[in-house]
């Protein structure tokens, strides 16, 4: 079954940090549009980062600078290392992809989630 | 903030037909990018049910359909069902912020 499992979810204190993994089954992230979506407690959705193929990464103002997205292709994971972290970044983090050269996301993991707070 | 602006709820009785609109701008939806639609339902992880604006994915019952206007976009959902309950959102690209944008979501209600 194709699937994404996310991990590394935490409370952490504002200005830490955090990685997340994103493992993938059944299919390879480098043949995808890896992201990384967030839904803040009671929010809607909000696209925080994507991977294209090679290197071409892209991000929301609102993290860019602060959040970096990587892959990491002899083990299927796309990882979201999240520095100097703010109370408005506590999310169910989801990693999602999507079919190349397309810009929508067909697989969805159930999501880890992130609490930044003293 | 998002840029695609969703009614923040719709309802209907079973059976019914319901439909969400989701107004873009020319840089995302009248640029002529693509429009998904999501399902999420309570406690879980978004569903694509929708893509390229009218395409349904393989078991998304044929209830659901989208279509694309201009700058904007619509979700229509026929003989509504107390499964569909759920968050919906839209979806596209914007070429201003180079990266993907959600619609402000609508919640769908069976009475």
């Known amino acids: 079954e194709v699937q994404l499992v996310e991990s590394g979810g935490a409370l952490v204190q504002p200005g830490g940090s955090l990685r997340l993994s994103c493992a993938a089954s059944?299919?390879?992230?480098?043949?995808?549009?890896m992201s990384w979506v967030r839904q803040a407690p009671g929010k809607g959705l909000e696209w925080v980062s994507v991977?294209?193929?090679?290197?071409?990464?892209y991000y929301a103002d609102s993290v860019k600078g602060r959040f970096t997205i990587s892959r990491d292709n002899s083990k299927n994971t796309v990882y979201l290392q999240m520095n100097s972290l703010r109370a408005e970044d506590t999310a169910v983090y989801y990693c999602?992809?999507?079919?190349?050269?397309?810009?929508?996301?067909?697989?969805w993991g159930k999501g880890t989630t992130v609490t930044v707070s003293s | 903030q998002s840029v695609l602006t969703q009614p923040p709820s719709v309802s209907g009785a079973p059976g019914q037909r319901v439909a969400i609109a989701c107004t873009g701008s020319?840089?995302?939806?009248?640029?002529?990018?693509?429009v998904q639609w999501y399902q999420q339902l309570p406690g879980a992880a978004p569903k694509l049910l929708i893509y390229?604006?009218?395409n349904r994915p393989s078991g998304v019952p044929d209830r659901f359909s989208g279509s694309k206007s201009g700058t904007s976009a619509s979700l229509a959902i026929t003989g509504l069902q107390a499964e569909d309950e759920a968050d919906y959102y839209c979806?596209?690209?914007?070429?201003?912020?180079?990266?993907?944008?959600f619609g402000t979501g609508t919640k769908v209600t069976v009475l």
């Open positions: 999602a992809g999507g079919p190349l050269f397309s810009y929508y996301m067909d697989v």
């Open positions: 059944e299919f390879t992230v480098s043949d995808k549009y």
């Open positions: 991977l294209y193929t090679g290197v071409t990464t």
């Open positions: 020319s840089s995302n939806i009248g640029a002529g990018y693509d």
């Open positions: 390229d604006n009218t």
């Open positions: 979806q596209s690209y914007d070429s201003s912020l180079s990266g993907y944008v």
